[in-house]
């Protein structure tokens, strides 16, 4: 059955059915770059655009939904985001990356959403000016390669199309010029409409990781390590994944560290030791080529790469393994554990999730419904 984020596409349903939808109409623009008004008459204004670009129209059924949940999402986060300053200027910065959470949020609590198809959405909402700003970006070539692994460049420019001619501004033409632009980039690059292709997942990270490197270079080393870290929320089943697929290697387990020296979960300072902790014993088994899963939540990309740094330090391929379940199971399972973990907690972590990418490891794995 065809997904869809709501079969009636009505402005005035949204607006009742959706709170945040409601809001955007609340939600002021630069009349510089949105002399058509607030965020509603905008997001009406690229829908609309959106579903009269050919392109669209020759989609497969299930892409056009795709497409037009994402514009309808692209700008949610306007509303917590936008200054307005004394000179009269309104900014929302950082709308998009806060909106590709809040997209996510939504697709996974309100709105029943297949993993696939809620990532797909929230990294159009992430990405959605990429292509009208990629020439800013100090490595456009970076920016348009690191892009393709997590989202389709050509649906991508499609949405970016729409958000531009869904708007009134002097500006236009230089806009749709950059996306014609952003189209030839891609295809310079091999990443027009499908991930950039590496010679190996070792090759893929080195070019990730490094500067001034070229897509094409394949390094002499190879990892000789492997590192499993295991990702997803409290109660989504990590244990459970270790203890089938790999009981005989080593687990680093940050909550059992806890556990063994006493420390509570809520307890920042005693956190910090914890980690070190771990760290510690992780280093000890990259010393002697010792390959070791690290299981915790790891739910925010900071977090991972800050451990992923360490591991690539010492030549190890990194694996992170994504487990997910539904959001009401996935309460019901937190009720069921033996340690569990406190309702608000639950909201806060599920608020954070950032699920992983490929441009953060060798490989990823995800072991969702």
Not at 80 to 104: N, Q, Y
Not at 136 to 153: G, R
Not at 249 to 270: E, H, N
């Amino acid at each position: 059955m065809m997904w869809q984020i709501t079969d009636n596409k009505d402005w005035a349903y949204l607006e009742k059915k959706f709170d945040w939808v409601g809001v955007m109409a609340s939600v002021p623009q630069d009349a510089r770059h949105h002399a058509e008004g607030n965020v509603a008459v905008h997001t009406q204004m690229v829908l609309a655009e959106l579903q009269q670009l050919p392109a669209y129209q020759q989609l497969p059924l299930q892409q056009q939904e795709i497409l037009w949940a994402a514009a309808l999402l692209h700008d949610v986060e306007k509303y917590s985001t936008t200054v307005c300053a004394p000179d009269g200027s309104i900014t929302s910065a950082g709308h998009a990356r806060k909106g590709e959470m809040r997209a996510r949020q939504i697709l996974y609590r309100e709105v029943s959403t297949p993993f696939h198809i809620r990532e797909e959405i929230a990294k159009l909402v992430r990405y959605h000016g990429l292509p009208l700003w990629v020439f800013d970006k100090k490595d456009p070539q970076k920016a348009v390669i690191t892009a393709s692994l997590e989202v389709n460049t050509r649906l991508l420019a499609l949405l970016a199309r729409a958000d531009a001619l869904g708007r009134i501004c002097d500006d236009q033409a230089d806009l749709l010029y950059r996306l014609d632009c952003f189209e030839e980039l891609c295809r310079e690059n091999e990443c027009w409409g499908v991930p950039r292709a590496f010679e190996n997942a070792a090759a893929r990270m080195y070019y990730l990781m490094k500067e001034e490197t070229s897509p094409d270079y394949v390094p002499y080393q190879q990892p000789n390590t492997q590192v499993i870290m295991m990702s997803g929320l409290p109660g989504a089943g990590k244990d459970t994944w270790v203890q089938r697929n790999y009981k005989q290697w080593p687990v680093i387990s940050l909550d059992d560290i806890r556990r063994a020296m006493k420390i509570s979960p809520t307890d920042k300072s005693g956190n910090g030791t914890v980690i070190q902790a771990a760290k510690e014993q992780a280093r000890e088994y990259l010393r002697r080529g010792c390959s070791f899963v690290w299981n915790a939540t790891n739910i925010t990309r900071q977090m991972r790469e800050q451990l992923i740094s360490l591991f690539t330090t010492y030549d190890a391929a990194v694996t992170i393994v994504y487990v997910e379940v539904p959001a009401a199971r996935l309460l019901q399972q937190n009720t069921q554990r033996e340690h569990i973990v406190p309702s608000a907690a639950m909201e806060r972590l599920i608020s954070k999730l950032e699920v992983p990418t490929l441009t953060e490891a060798h490989e990823v794995i995800y072991q969702v419904p």
